[in-house]
Every structure is written in structure tokens, then in C-alpha cells.
């Protein structure tokens, strides 16, 4: 029997087979489009139905999938920040010194220079809106790393005050958030992903009209629409929230795809926008998520149901496929082939090189050297020479005394993968010893069984690759040690106390500014 993902991947194939007879784009190299990503958080690759979730209905990415170039061997990290700062930094997170979500070890090294940095120095205009999660303290925000306009929350999700968010939020988490404004703290209306997906929107509006006023070919936007949402807690309005409910599903359920199907309907207003303002033909859309699927059990009354998961093993957090193969969709009308699918194996690491070959900008120097390579070759052509590669999966999250007692050394093997074109070696403990699973992914996606003994060289070859990088590491982990810092001295709560007895917390209105 054909699994899900399996089919998925049968129906991709032949629709490239189709879709790459047309003709290849010119060389993509310095043709400075706008570029705008969008990135979910903990969205798994079977969260969306055109990847055969039989819950979800999610029509407007679906449909920007069937018009999109897509990336079907596309990796992350296993969980938030260590992904965020693989984008920025196009390194591994441990290379760039973060090493878990909270405890100030996912502040991103300030060595690196971040792409949005090197896109400004091109000429860009950048813009994030929404979740940052890659250190609070003044260096460490985003407008002293790259972005013009900034509009977040603190730490790694709205509500997470121990962590560094505002306090306020965690009174009505999702809802009416306080949020940062480039210097100002500012006191929104509304659900977040709506306040996020409504102030990139009216920038964008900006950056469109301006660029056009000015009649320069030069001219162009990066902006960085990173949602919080599907992150728990799952809450979502009630609007969308009352189709589970009325199905008889639990309120989880009803909240976490409630969540989606309000991603979905928030992303296919920008695409209409974006129409609207006939921006789509020089303007690069790409929709991805940040780890691998983060959700319990579904209740259905009596029933419980295994959530859908694009026949891939493991989720977030785990170092099974399922914790770093996402969705990739890349949209550029008129430029990009449409139903196009990429089978090279391809990660986050690799977007830095990307947008700066697109944008004709130089990476600049820096002790931190972007590693990663240019997705323009397959851009270009989908059957281009794509050599084998290593990826290194570590979620790291040792020594926090939470969820993990043990230090790093200890951890090694905790959650760790390598994975090529063709095998993913998964370091697994059973009984408190370290075993090794290998699975050949181009025959048994998910990972269901290990044929570590039959190739024992190649387990050789990936452990003995892993050991070296490894250790190679070990001088880069800057932010190991740091001291617990109590909520409210957090830098994004002290500010926030400072500004309500000085000034105050202004409305915020992004159509006013």
C-alpha cells in the first residue's frame, strides 16, 4: 500500500517531468527580486492538506503549492531558534553558538553577519514581523542585525514571560499582544498572526509605492513574516476554532488547526494583495516552517487519532526525519516553473548564499563565514548537477536543568543525525546505551526499518563525519554557562517597566505609519 507521502512524492515526480519541458529561466544571479519568507512554527510537513492532512483544509497554500517550485527534500533543524539562526547565519546553530531555545544559549553569536545585513548593504529594504528568538538584549535584536522595520514579540513565543517576553502577554496570550516597534513597545488589537500578517502588509504596501515612485530598477524589499503560530498554547478564534469543535474534536485540536486554517486564509490575502499591486512578477514568495510537527493525540469524542504526518517518523525535537524534513515553496511569477519539484537535499543553511546571489550582494567578511550553497543552480534547473552533501542534526537542550540533567558531553548522541541524499543515520537510546539506526530514505521514507548491519560502512562513514564535526564545535558554543536570568530582569521586561513610567504604551496602528 502507497503511503501518503509516498504518493505525494510519485505525483511530484511526474509533475516535474511535465512542468521542467518548459524552458529554463535565465540566469537568476543579481535579478534583485523582492523577496518576502514566510515561516510557520512547528508546522509539520503533513500540516497542510495538499500533503494529504484529511482534517486541514488549507486551500490557499494548496493552491500556491500547485504554482510553486517546490523543495521535496528540504531540512531544518528540530526545533525554533536553532533553525532561525541556520537562516541568518547560513551555519549550523552550534557553529554560531546556539544551543537551545531559552537560557540565553539561543542568542546568536554577534560574529556573524546576518544575510539581511548583507541585502541592506545591497540596497534592500528589510522588515520582520513576528518572532525573532535569537537573543532580547539590544546587540542581539534585530535592528541592530539587519532590519529596518521591526515589529516582535520577546523570547521564543507570546506569553513566555520567565523567558524574556512582555508580562502583558502572558495575561492574554495570542490576543491583544504588547509587542516591539522598532525602539518603541506598543500595545496591539487582535489575534497575532493576523496584527503580524496585517503590519508586513501595509510595510509592503509602502515599500511597493515607494519603489515605484522613485523609477529605480535598484529598488527592492526583504521581508521576513515569521509566525509564532501553530506554536502552543493552541489558541486560535473562535471562528476558526468552530468547524473542529461542531466535528466533535477536542479543543487542542480545534485550537492548533484553528491556527493553520487562520495562517491560511492570512496568506492568501497577501498573495491577493500582492496581485492587486501587480507585485508578483518581480516579488520571490516563499513559505517554509521552522521544525518538524508539535501536536498531541486528536480526540474525536471516543476516538483518539494519530495526527497526520505526511508518513514521516517523529516530529519536533526528535532527530527522525519528521523533526527536519518541512515544506519549501518557492513562487515567482512568470520566473519560477509552476508544479515544479526539486529532489536535491537541499536545508536552511543554504537560503543565506540564495538571497545574496539574488540580490547581487556581496557576503560580507566576518569570522563567521556563511557555510550553505546557492539554491540557484536548481532555481535555474531542477536536474542541475547537485553534488552529495552531509546535514548534522543535533537539538541540542542539555544541561537545563528542565528537560535535560546531563552536560554536552553526555549528549552527544542525544537526538543527533546525519543525513545525505540517500541515508539518514539516527543516534537512538534504548536502555541507556546509544544505538545507531540507518535508514535508506530513497526506498523507506519513513524510517521504518534499519539497515545499519547491512551497510556497516556506511555507518562508519557518518559516524566517523559526525564525530569530526562535532568536535569541530566545541570552541564556538559562546553562550554555554550563562547564569539564569530572573523574568523580570529580562532586557525586553526592564524596558517594557521603563517606558510605562516614562511614556507609556502608545496603540499601535500599522496602517498609520
Not at 18 to 44: F, W, Y
Not at 218 to 223: G, R, S, V
Not at 417 to 435: E, I, P, S
Not at 451 to 467: H, I, M, T, W
Amino acid at each position: 500500500m502507497i503511503k501518503p507521502f509516498q504518493y505525494w512524492l510519485i505525483v511530484s515526480c511526474v509533475l516535474s517531468a511535465v512542468a521542467c519541458g518548459a524552458d529554463a529561466p535565465e540566469s537568476l544571479q543579481g535579478s534583485r527580486p523582492n523577496i518576502i519568507l514566510v515561516i510557520t512554527d512547528d508546522q509539520g510537513m503533513g500540516d497542510l492538506s495538499c500533503m494529504g492532512n484529511p482534517i486541514l483544509r488549507t486551500p490557499q497554500i494548496d493552491r500556491f503549492y500547485a504554482g510553486a517550485t517546490r523543495f521535496a527534500d528540504f531540512h531544518v533543524s528540530p526545533t525554533c531558534a536553532p533553525t532561525r539562526s541556520a537562516i541568518m547565519s547560513g551555519r549550523r546553530p552550534l557553529e554560531v553558538g546556539v544551543t537551545h531555545t531559552v537560557l540565553q544559549r539561543e542568542r546568536m553569536a554577534l560574529d556573524v553577519v546576518t544575510f539581511p545585513q548583507a541585502l541592506q548593504m545591497a540596497g534592500y529594504t528589510t522588515g520582520l514581523f513576528g518572532k525573532w528568538h535569537l537573543g532580547d538584549e539590544a546587540e542581539y535584536l534585530p535592528q541592530n542585525r539587519g532590519f529596518d522595520e521591526v515589529l516582535m514579540h520577546g523570547a521564543g513565543g507570546i506569553g513566555q514571560y520567565i523567558y524574556g517576553d512582555f508580562e502583558p502577554n502572558s495575561e492574554n496570550t495570542y490576543f491583544d499582544n504588547v509587542l516591539l516597534h522598532n525602539d518603541t513597545i506598543v500595545q496591539t488589537k487582535g489575534f497575532c498572526t493576523d496584527i503580524f500578517f496585517k503590519s508586513a502588509l501595509a510595510w509592503i504596501g509602502k515599500q511597493v509605492s515607494e519603489n515605484r515612485s522613485q523609477e529605480s530598477e535598484d529598488a527592492a524589499f526583504f521581508a521576513y513574516i515569521s509566525l509564532n503560530a501553530p506554536h502552543g498554547p493552541f489558541i486560535a478564534p473562535e471562528s476558526y476554532k468552530k468547524r473542529f469543535l461542531d466535528l466533535g474534536y477536542d479543543e487542542k485540536t480545534a485550537g492548533r488547526y484553528g491556527m493553520i486554517e487562520n495562517i491560511d486564509d492570512n496568506f492568501g490575502q497577501m498573495m491577493e494583495q500582492l496581485n492587486e499591486w501587480n507585485a508578483l512578477e518581480n516579488t520571490l514568495v516563499i513559505f517554509m516552517t521552522d521544525n518538524g510537527m508539535a501536536m498531541p493525540a486528536i480526540k474525536q469524542g471516543a476516538k483518539r487519532i494519530t495526527p497526520h504526518n505526511a508518513g514521516l517518523r517523529g516530529g519536533k525535537n526528535s532527530a527522525w526525519e519528521g523533526g527536519t524534513h518541512v515544506p519549501a515553496f518557492w513562487q515567482w511569477q512568470g520566473v519560477l516553473g509552476a508544479g515544479v519539484d526539486i529532489s536535491a537535499l537541499t536545508a536552511h543553511v543554504d537560503l543565506y548564499r540564495t538571497f545574496c546571489e539574488l540580490a547581487g550582494a556581496e557576503i560580507p567578511n566576518s569570522k563567521l563565514q556563511p557555510g550553505g550553497r546557492s539554491l540557484l543552480p536548481l532555481l535555474e534547473n531542477p536536474q542541475a548537477d547537485w553534488p552529495d552533501r552531509k546535514l548534522f542534526v543535533h537539538r541540542a537542550r542539555w544541561d537545563d536543568e528542565r528537560w535535560n540533567f546531563n552536560n554536552r558531553e553526555a549528549n552527544k548522541y542525544h537526538g543527533a543525525a546525519v543525513r545525505t541524499q540517500r541515508w539518514r543515520l539516527v543516534y537512538d537510546f534504548h536502555k541507556g546505551k546509544v544505538r545507531t539506526q540507518l535508514s535508506d530514505i530513497s526506498a523507506d521514507p519513513g524510517e521504518a526499518k534499519n539497515v545499519a548491519a547491512q551497510y556497516p560502512e556506511v555507518v562508519q562513514e557518518l559516524s566517523g563525519a559526525y564525530d569530526q564535526w562535532w568536535d569541530s564545535t566545541a570552541p564556538l558554543l559562546v553562550n554555554e554557562g550563562l547564569p539564569w536570568v530572573e523574568a523580570e530582569q529580562q532586557p525586553l521586561s526592564v524596558r517594557y517597566e521603563d517606558q510605562l513610567k516614562t511614556s507609556g504604551i502608545p496603540d499601535w496602528n500599522p496602517a498609520a505609519e
